[in-house]
Structure formats: structure tokens, C-alpha cells
T-cell receptor, first 113, second 110 residues
Framework: KAGVTQTPRYLIKTRGQQVTLSCSPI?????VSWYQQTPGQGLQFLFE???????NKGNFPGRFSGRQFSNSRSEMNVSTLELGDSALYLC????????????FGDGTRLSIL | QQPVQSPQAVILREGEDAVINCSSS?????VHWYRQKHGEAPVFLMI?????EQKGHDKISASFNEKKQQSSLYLTASQLSYSGTYFC???????????FGKGTSLLVTP
């Protein structure tokens, strides 16, 4: 069974640009959650999608957005990039986010210059 | 909303035991535990639901005290493979969002 796939693995951008990250969940999983991981803050919840609907959102500015497609694949977008957005972005899938194990992808390492 | 984990770091010798604690200021619906090795994705260990049920996975077990909004992860007879960063993730009553602690770095030495 294929795991969670995130693309690209690495990205380098400059301040002010925007970026789109992609996540393909495990087959049969309908919930996709996104997290930002930094050394100082650990794993921080960005948002969760289920059946193309955002069910919950973390405490991040509106520059961070996401969507989910009918095949459960998800994308997140960050606009007007700032230096502080440099982080590892992880997505995790589960059958349903509540009370289910989350299976993480290897992440996208985003560096802002 | 971010749960607080303690200790921040611990170093053990093989065969020793360790306890990692996770506490929240909010009412909890469930607690998840994950382990992340350097350069790898976090890996699920276990979920604990309301009710104080203790779960086990090999020599790793955990408890959840919903009244105190605390969970503890117990690692017994630690092995070298236990090294990594352990995260607790807490879910409140609104559901669908895991709030993770900052992690506990565990190093097991020979």
C-alpha cells in the first residue's frame, strides 16, 4: 500500500513569491491534515480537509490556504512568502481525522531566501 | 492550545525506563503519540481516548487521565531503536485538529 506522497520534496523561494505544495493521501483515506514543523515551535496544525471541505483551521494568517479535490488529493498554498515561512510542511492522511491514526508524508522542505 | 511536554530531552542507557508527560489546559477528547526519527516522517504509536484507558505497544505503553488533561508515555527496557523525538497530539471536543506539543528528544545509548 503506497504511503502519503508529498511533492516537491524541496523548494527554494524568495520573499514575496507564492508556493503550492501537493499531498496525495493513502488510498481510501479521505481526511488530509497539514502541519508546519519548525525547530522552535514543533508541529503546528494548519488545517484539515475531509471530502473537499475544510473542517478545522489552525492559527495561521490568511496567506496560508488549502483545498482538497474529489480524489482526496490536497494542495496548500502560501502567498506573499516571508522568511519565517521557512519550515518543513507535513501532510498526514487518515480515514477520518477524529480518533484515527494519522499517516505522515515525508514533507516538503521550504526555504525562503 | 499547544500541549506541554516534559521533559524536553532525556538520555538513557539501553534497558532503562523513561516516562514522557503531556498536559493540556483544555478538555481533551483524545491523545495521540508519535515518534519521529531524524530526517523522517512522524510515525504513529498509539491513540488514547477518554476513559483513562491504558494502551500498550510492545514495551511502550501510555495512559490518559482526562480529569487532569494529562497523558504519559512509558518506555520500558529501552532499545536503541527507541531514539527519536516523541510528540503528543491532543484533540479537543471540536475534533478534526491535532495540536502537538514541542516534542521530547529521547536518546538511547549502548
Amino acid at each position: 500500500k503506497a504511503g502519503v506522497t508529498q511533492t516537491p520534496r524541496y523548494l527554494i523561494k524568495t520573499r514575496g513569491q507564492q508556493v503550492t505544495l501537493s499531498c496525495s493521501p493513502i488510498s481510501g483515506h479521505r481526511s488530509v491534515s497539514w502541519y508546519q514543523q519548525t525547530p522552535g515551535q514543533g508541529l503546528q496544525f494548519l488545517f484539515e480537509y475531509f471530502s473537499e471541505t475544510q473542517r478545522n483551521k489552525g492559527n495561521f494568517p490568511g496567506r496560508f490556504s488549502g483545498r482538497q479535490f474529489s480524489n482526496s488529493r490536497s494542495e496548500m498554498n502560501v502567498s506573499t512568502l516571508e522568511l519565517g515561512d521557512s519550515a518543513l510542511y507535513l501532510c498526514a492522511s487518515s480515514r477520518d481525522a477524529s480518533n484515527q491514526p494519522q499517516h505522515f508524508g515525508d514533507g516538503t522542505r521550504l526555504s525562503i531566501l | 492550545q499547544q500541549p506541554v511536554q516534559s521533559p524536553q530531552a532525556v538520555i538513557l542507557r539501553e534497558g532503562e525506563d523513561a516516562v514522557i508527560n503531556c498536559s493540556s489546559s483544555k478538555a481533551l477528547y483524545s491523545v495521540h503519540w508519535y515518534r519521529q526519527k531524524h530526517g523522517e516522517a512522524p510515525v504513529f504509536l498509539m491513540i488514547l481516548l477518554k476513559g483513562g484507558e491504558q494502551k500498550g505497544h510492545d514495551k511502550i505503553s501510555a495512559s490518559f487521565n482526562e480529569k487532569k488533561q494529562q497523558s504519559s508515555l512509558y518506555l520500558t527496557a529501552s532499545q536503541l531503536s527507541y531514539s527519536g523525538t516523541y510528540f503528543c497530539g491532543t484533540e479537543g471536543n471540536s475534533g478534526y485538529a491535532l495540536n502537538f506539543g514541542k516534542g521530547t528528544s529521547l536518546l538511547v545509548t549502548p
